[in-house]
């Protein structure tokens, strides 16, 4: 039991081991969808860490090299430790910053340099930063955690260097200035041109079995969802060529429900160079793939979408009206918190299902460190109870000196078991902005697609109580507050089963169903009955 407050019953789900688990954020019915769409890369792909990081970052660092950047930095190695996803970038003043769901200011890093808490608030009022996309970059993907730790290595390595004079946008070195802007751009066109024009693809198929991880299991799961009736899609922002070639290495086992057969077996529709998020919006122009050439077709297409097809670009509306389908029975399965997850359920209402690599290590030092957030919560309990009995009239302040820095020491140990930059979700007890984007537009999510594997295909995922505070603080004694009886609310919560019945639900004056199951729940059910 939590201090001053009330633990619920563990779920029944919780019986599963933690790393099979799918978790839940709203309630979702497996029985109801018809297309489970996936993602490749981080999500059917899992690449291999840190391998394919230092692949990566070896990569960008040696191409801004070429192109002009000091030869010296050609000696940086990556720190697989330090970086972590959902970290910002703020133009002005060079910094990388980890906020909550808010944007208050959690840490602030100045190359590889903690700013201690009055230097960010003489940068940053109140600790406190906007979202303006001109002024901040948000490292959502997994993809982005060598480009972290390099842009914050390159601003160390100036700040350090004597020839080169720190001013208040940027580095000035003789009549040159680098500005922070500059810098940014500079490292995410390498990281662009290492991606989409370099030999990253290459060097990575080259060696699939050093950089891809391997799973006998995902045919399997593929082929349990056809089995069960559903269709299933490949919907990637990959090209063709490296698409076919890491899904033909992911599928390709001798005992697999299709053997010998080509890959796009296992999936009804198959689109590449999606360009998400652009493909929840307004898309690009849909072509057919010549997938013995790579080539594509001239000009728009306009007919039915064939299953043994191969697709290019296009856009959810399009391809939604092709597959037949309205978005709300479409579970898409990806890693990326903005263009997988937030577009497709912000914009076209898609059910999603994000993937969390990272939530293993996660999961591991939460239980394996939980005796920090204990000693966490008790210092909360400490630090309330040193003003229980005090009120407006009292003017000796308590000595809360000790048990502020203890609870600073310990929300400090906490992040460092995670990593120099801390944990995904949370900073002590305040949750990450990646955790507030994806509490807010993940339905479901795990540490891996396998883990559907796990649970039926008519499974139904039931949301845990989310307590606010006035609930979690307050013990269910059964004693009504003295105060609220006396409102008009409170009597009529007080009588409130006296007046209730079916009947009121019938004549519209009570509500009779809360949708806190998934929605149309109740009419599913009945459907399904009648068609026995």
Same mark, same amino acid.
């Given at each position: 039991?939590?201090?001053?407050?009330?633990?619920?019953?563990?779920?029944?789900?919780?019986?599963?081991?933690?790393?099979?688990r799918i978790f839940v954020n709203r309630s979702l019915s497996l029985e109801?969808?018809?297309?489970?769409?996936?993602?490749?890369?981080?999500?059917?792909?899992?690449?291999?860490?840190?391998?394919?990081?230092?692949?990566?970052?070896?990569?960008?660092?040696?191409?801004?090299?070429?192109?002009?950047?000091?030869?010296?930095?050609?000696?940086?190695?990556?720190?697989?430790?330090?970086?972590?996803?959902?970290?910002?970038?703020?133009?002005?003043?060079?910094?990388?910053?980890?906020?909550?769901?808010?944007?208050?200011?959690?840490?602030?890093?100045?190359?590889?340099?903690?700013?201690?808490?009055?230097?960010?608030?003489?940068?940053?009022?109140?600790?406190?930063?906007?979202?303006?996309?001109?002024?901040?970059?948000?490292?959502?993907?997994?993809?982005?955690?060598?480009?972290?730790?390099?842009?914050?290595?390159?601003?160390?390595?100036?700040?350090?260097?004597?020839?080169?004079?720190?001013?208040k946008d940027g580095f000035k070195y003789k009549d040159l200035l680098m500005?922070?802007?500059?810098?940014?751009?500079?490292?995410?066109?390498?990281?662009?041109?290492?991606?989409?024009?370099?030999?990253?693809?290459?060097?990575?198929?080259?060696n699939l079995e050093k950089y891809v991880r391997k799973d006998p299991r995902?045919?399997?799961?593929?082929?349990?969802?056809?089995?069960?009736?559903?269709?299933?899609?490949?919907?990637?922002?990959?090209?063709?060529?490296?698409?076919?070639?890491?899904?033909?290495?992911?599928?390709?086992?001798?005992?697999?429900?299709?053997?010998?057969?080509?890959?796009?077996?296992?999936?009804?529709?198959?689109?590449?160079?999606?360009?998400?998020?652009?493909?929840?919006?307004?898309?690009?122009?849909?072509?057919?793939?010549?997938?013995?050439?790579?080539?594509?077709?001239?000009?728009?297409?306009?007919?039915?979408?064939?299953?043994?097809?191969?697709?290019?670009?296009?856009?959810?509306?399009?391809?939604?009206?092709?597959?037949?389908?309205?978005?709300?029975?479409?579970?898409?399965?990806?890693?990326?918190?903005?263009?997988? *997850?937030?577009?497709? %359920? #912000?914009?076209?209402?898609? =059910?999603?299902?994000?993937?969390?690599? &990272? !939530?293993? $290590?996660?999961?591991? *030092?939460?239980?394996? %460190? #939980?005796?920090?957030?204990? =000693?966490?919560?008790?210092?909360?309990? &400490? !630090?309330? $109870?040193?003003?229980?009995?005090?009120?407006?009239?009292?003017?000796?302040?308590?000595?809360?000196?000790?048990?502020?820095?203890?609870?600073? $020491?310990?929300?400090?140990?906490?992040?460092?078991?995670?990593?120099?930059?801390?944990?995904?979700?949370?900073?002590?007890?305040?949750?990450?902005?990646?955790?507030?984007?994806?509490?807010?537009?993940?339905?479901?999510?795990?540490?891996?697609?396998?883990?559907?594997?796990?649970?039926?295909?008519?499974?139904?995922?039931?949301?845990?109580?989310?307590?606010?505070?006035?609930?979690?603080?307050?013990?269910?004694?059964?004693?009504?507050?003295?105060?609220?009886?006396?409102?008009?609310?409170?009597?009529?919560?007080?009588?409130?089963?006296?007046?209730?019945?079916?009947?009121?639900?019938?004549?519209?004056?009570?509500?009779?169903?809360?949708?806190?199951?998934?929605?149309?729940?109740?009419?599913?059910?009945?459907?399904?009955?009648?068609?026995?």
């Amino acid at each position: 039991m939590s201090r001053g407050g009330m633990d619920l019953p563990s779920p029944s789900v919780e019986k599963r081991d933690t790393d099979k688990r799918i978790f839940v954020n709203r309630s979702l019915s497996l029985e109801k969808i018809k297309f489970y769409g996936f993602d490749m890369d981080y999500t059917l792909a899992e690449y291999k860490s840190p391998h394919y990081e230092v692949l990566g970052f070896n990569m960008v660092r040696d191409h801004l090299v070429e192109i002009g950047y000091p030869p010296e930095l050609s000696k940086l190695e990556y720190k697989a430790d330090f970086p972590v996803r959902g970290l910002w970038w703020d133009n002005q003043y060079g910094n990388l910053l980890k906020v909550d769901g808010f944007g208050n200011i959690l840490f602030c890093c100045h190359g590889l340099r903690f700013l201690k808490g009055e230097e960010i608030a003489t940068l940053y009022p109140n600790k406190f930063l906007q979202l303006d996309e001109k002024r901040v970059y948000v490292y959502n993907t997994l993809f982005h955690l060598p480009e972290i730790y390099l842009i914050a290595a390159i601003i160390d390595y100036f700040s350090k260097h004597t020839e080169y004079k720190e001013v208040k946008d940027g580095f000035k070195y003789k009549d040159l200035l680098m500005s922070y802007t500059s810098i940014f751009q500079d490292v995410r066109s390498a990281m662009d041109h290492v991606h989409m024009k370099g030999t990253l693809k290459e060097k990575t198929c080259e060696n699939l079995e050093k950089y891809v991880r391997k799973d006998p299991r995902l045919p399997q799961l593929l082929y349990n969802l056809h089995a069960a009736g559903a269709k299933t899609f490949l919907l990637t922002n990959s090209d063709w060529t490296y698409t076919n070639q890491v899904m033909s290495y992911l599928l390709d086992f001798e005992d697999a429900p299709y053997a010998g057969q080509n890959w796009r077996k296992y999936f009804d529709y198959t689109l590449v160079d999606a360009r998400k998020p652009l493909f929840f919006g307004e898309g690009t122009v849909m072509r057919q793939v010549n997938i013995e050439t790579g080539k594509l077709s001239v000009g728009h297409h306009i007919g039915n979408i064939q299953k043994d097809a191969v697709y290019s670009g296009g856009n959810c509306d399009v391809f939604s009206k092709l597959i037949g389908t309205k978005g709300g029975n479409v579970l898409y399965v990806g890693d990326h918190i903005f263009g997988d *997850v937030l577009k497709s %359920k #912000k914009l076209k209402g898609w =059910k999603t299902f994000l993937i969390i690599p &990272e !939530l293993k $290590d996660e999961l591991n *030092v939460w239980t394996t %460190k #939980k005796d920090l957030y204990d =000693k966490l919560q008790n210092f909360d309990g &400490e !630090l309330a $109870d040193l003003y229980l009995h005090m009120d407006s009239s009292d003017k000796k302040r308590p000595d809360v000196k000790k048990v502020k820095e203890a609870i600073r $020491d310990t929300i400090h140990k906490m992040e460092m078991s995670y990593g120099t930059t801390g944990s995904l979700f949370r900073a002590g007890s305040r949750q990450t902005f990646f955790s507030s984007q994806m509490i807010r537009y993940a339905d479901i999510y795990s540490g891996s697609a396998l883990n559907l594997l796990f649970y039926p295909t008519f499974y139904m995922f039931r949301a845990p109580a989310m307590l606010l505070p006035h609930e979690s603080t307050v013990k269910h004694d059964g004693r009504p507050i003295k105060e609220a009886e006396e409102t008009a609310r409170g009597f009529r919560l007080a009588n409130m089963f006296m007046g209730s019945s079916i009947e009121g639900v019938d004549r519209g004056e009570e509500p009779g169903q809360s949708h806190d199951f998934d929605d149309d729940e109740e009419s599913s059910e009945k459907s399904n009955e009648s068609s026995h």
